[in-house]
């Protein structure tokens, strides 16, 4: 299963750098595991390249393309469990707040296993907190070198 955050997701609903590797992600499995404030995320994205000067007319047809996408996606809904478990992860990880519930989203769409989901995640510093709480990102990008090194994981290019 591959649970998405918001920063993978906007790549598929407004051309970035990242589209056709998320594209290609997608395609490999076109479920989508997210949680429940996502959407909220992925908005605010595009409303601040919009803000930015960066998404113009497209804009609109960006924000319909994420509603389809979130129509077809598994939401996380947000559970007692999840909120409890969030800020047991922010004693444990050096999160933000709304990761810890992304994260907390991840674990309870994994079952609880969560060293059996992939997580489609370009946020660098996110995807090494993932990777210390034993959630494999999908290496769609490489860490600078100091994350990596200080992770001490290796990241494939």
Do not use: K
Not at 6 to 16: F, G, M, N, Q
Not at 95 to 106: E, G, I, N, T, Y
């Amino acid at each position: 299963m591959r649970f998405w955050d918001s920063s993978a997701i906007v790549p598929l609903v407004v051309e970035e750098a990242a589209t056709a590797r998320m594209q290609t992600v997608y395609r490999g499995d076109p479920v989508i595991f997210a949680w429940w404030g996502t959407t909220v995320e992925c908005t605010s994205a595009l409303s601040r390249l919009e803000r930015d000067g960066e998404l113009d007319a497209a804009a609109g047809a960006a924000i319909e393309r994420l509603r389809a996408l979130q129509r077809r996606w598994r939401e996380v809904q947000p559970l007692e469990t999840l909120r409890d478990m969030a800020p047991r992860l922010l004693r444990v990880h050096p999160l933000r707040a709304a990761d810890s519930f992304q994260l907390a989203a991840a674990i309870l769409a994994s079952e609880n296993r969560p060293v059996s989901l992939d997580f489609v995640c370009l946020d660098a510093r996110l995807s090494l907190d993932l990777y210390r709480a034993a959630i494999s990102p999908r290496r769609v990008h490489r860490l600078p070198r100091r994350m990596r090194e200080r992770a001490m994981f290796p990241c494939a290019d």
